[in-house]
């Protein structure tokens, strides 16, 4: 199973990630943590990201699409599967990533949409911001990352309807009914 998630900040993809990655035994790629581990370990990358993420903008293609070639590849070695949290964010990578998936034959089977409204995803953030202190769960950079979710991230998924693999599941609904939707849109979609 190979399944992309396109999603606004907070709508889930971390938390369905992970139950699609134990369900289907497949290697979870996050590309924000990626990020955000170089950052923390004070890396050459981490400092070059470090204020794209700060402001909730995004870092350049370059640099994700070449954690998503390392990660691809990884993937490939250890058994094909995958879900993939944080990309693509825009047209440019959905078309740069199909092209890297391609070239690996490991193109995704599923394009998971999670759906959620801006003010459902503010307060999640906000509540996480108050535990985690993520640097970018602060109100005004909350409303950039949806903002910049709604503007150049959402229109991408009309490439994955046109390609016949676009899964839609409501995501306001407590954690484990979407888990239940999302799962079963995936088996479905395999069988
Ligand atoms: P990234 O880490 O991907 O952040 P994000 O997209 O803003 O998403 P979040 O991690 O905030 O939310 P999520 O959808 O994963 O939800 P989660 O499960 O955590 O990216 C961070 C930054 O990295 C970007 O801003 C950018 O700078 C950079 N970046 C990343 N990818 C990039 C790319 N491709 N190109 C360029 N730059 C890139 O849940 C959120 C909270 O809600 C949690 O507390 C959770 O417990 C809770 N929650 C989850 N589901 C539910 C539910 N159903 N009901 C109630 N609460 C819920």
């Known amino acids: 199973m190979r399944v992309l998630m396109v999603a606004p900040p907070g709508a889930g993809k971390g938390t369905q990630g992970a ?22 370990e004070r890396t050459e990358l981490g400092e070059r990201v470090r204020t794209h993420l700060d402001r909730g903008e995004l870092v350049p293609d370059e640099i994700v699409l070449e954690l998503l070639r390392q990660a691809l590849n990884e993937a490939k070695v250890a058994g094909d599967g995958y879900v993939l949290d944080g990309i693509p964010r825009t ?8 092209r890297v998936a391609r070239s690996l034959d490991m193109t995704a089977d599923v394009a998971l949409h999670l759906r959620a409204d801006d003010e459902e995803l ?27 979710y709604r503007e150049v991230t959402e229109p991408v998924l009309a490439f994955y309807a046109r390609r016949g693999i676009l899964l839609t599941v409501d995501a306001t609904r407590p954690v484990e009914q979407v888990s239940a939707d999302v799962l079963a849109g995936l088996a479905a979609r395999a069988a």
């Open 91 to 98: 047209m440019t990578q959905a078309l740069a990533a199909y």
């Open 122 to 148: 503010v307060g999640r953030l906000l509540k996480r911001g108050e535990v985690e202190h993520r640097t970018d769960d602060t109100e005004p950079v909350i409303r950039r990352r949806l903002k910049l």
């Open 19 to 40: 139950v699609i990655a134990e369900h289907f035994h497949v290697r979870r790629i996050a590309v924000g943590d990626l990020l955000r581990r170089n950052v923390s």
